[in-house]
């Protein structure tokens, strides 16, 4: 049982330039996360997916989008990237919205 | 709106102490509460989560957490320290309620077990 999987694991990129960030789940769960992590911030927010079909905004969302392809994937793109966010982005997903979340081993990611 | 607070952004204590990782939560509405722990390099597990049955919560690898409704508050303990313990703690809050709710974590804990 794999449980959620990112991927990349590690990614450099230069300013301006364009990634995406994969993510899948084999949970069945409805709801799916991405947050990003810098140190001495905890975790935060950038964008939700309550259940198939739909994204909100989360905490930190400038710079970013989403798309739920389907129960199973939550992607999140970086259409220019900047200095800023360099941090380490980790993928959730839960059962519903209130319950736990399980999460992913984190992509690692620096802007240039 | 919800937060959380960790008092104590590192925490050090010998093998054998007791661990005690302190959290307050803030939470116009009755709270879920979770504790999570992560090793380094790696995502966050679940250690224990308070969803209004018991107050005292019991989780993985010796922790338990006490819900004080009366002092806002969610601390993390463990009896005895061991070194695999060493890692960062998170205090996360939850809405109770189900539309649009989502995690709000601390900003965490790192734990250091000396020898």
């Known amino acids: 049982n794999a449980g959620v999987t990112q991927t990349p694991k590690f990614q450099v990129l230069k300013t301006g330039q364009s990634m995406t960030l994969q993510c899948a789940q084999d949970m069945n769960h409805n709801s799916m996360y991405w947050y990003r992590q810098d140190p001495g911030m905890g975790l935060r927010l950038i964008y939700y997916s309550a259940s198939e079909g739909t994204t909100d905004k989360g905490e930190v969302p400038n710079g970013y989008n989403v798309s739920r392809l389907n129960k199973r994937e939550f992607s999140l793109r970086l259409e220019s990237a900047a200095p800023s966010q360099t941090s380490v982005y980790f993928c959730?997903?839960?059962?519903?919205?209130?319950?736990?979340?399980?999460f992913g081993q984190g992509t690692r990611l620096t802007v240039v | 709106a919800q937060s959380v607070t960790q008092l104590g952004s590192h925490v050090s204590v010998s093998e054998g102490a007791l661990v005690l990782l302190r959290c307050n939560y803030s939470s116009s509405v009755p709270p879920y509460l979770f504790w999570y722990v992560q090793y380094p390099n790696q995502g966050l597990q679940l250690l224990l989560k308070y969803t209004s049955a018991a107050t005292l919560v019991k989780g993985i690898n010796g922790f338990e957490a006490e819900f004080k409704k009366s002092e806002t508050s969610f601390h993390l303990t463990k009896p005895s320290a061991h070194m695999s313990d060493a890692a960062e703690y998170f205090c996360a809050v939850s809405p109770q309620e189900t539309s649009g709710s989502r995690l709000t974590f601390g900003e965490g804990t790192q734990l250091t077990v000396n020898p």
């Open positions: 959730a997903s839960a059962l519903r919205e209130v319950t736990e979340a399980f």
